[in-house]
């Protein structure tokens, strides 16, 4: 998670990071691929009230700003590289 964290903080800074200290468990199955490798789940902000996009998933009228989509492909590019570059250790 460190390895997530550290680069979502180098993409977005620190200060637009959010962790929850309850996370919801919904009805993700990702702990059975944490059981067979090690990883991290997060979840990418895709709201903006300034464009009136705040429905949540699971809403008839749930959508995205579509400007939050390359820092995904950033964080999903860069956290792989910090590890194959050994410039972070997975905990």
């Known amino acids: 998670m460190d ?4 680069a ?4 977005v800074g ?4 959010l962790e929850d200290p309850f996370p919801s468990l919904g009805v993700e199955d990702f702990s ?6 090690p ?12 464009k009136e996009i705040t429905w949540p998933a ?12 390359p820092t995904g492909v ?3 590019t860069l956290t792989p590289l910090r590890l194959l570059n050994g410039e972070a250790e997975e905990t």
């Open 74 to 76: 950033l964080l999903h």
């Open 3 to 6: 390895v997530v964290r550290g």
């Open 39 to 50: 990883g991290a789940f997060y979840c990418l902000g895709t709201t903006n009230p300034s």
């Open 14 to 17: 620190k200060e637009n990071l």
């Open 32 to 37: 059975y691929f944490l059981d067979a490798a």
């Open 8 to 11: 979502a903080a180098e993409l």
């Open 58 to 69: 699971h809403s008839s009228r749930f959508d995205i700003d579509e400007d939050c989509l």
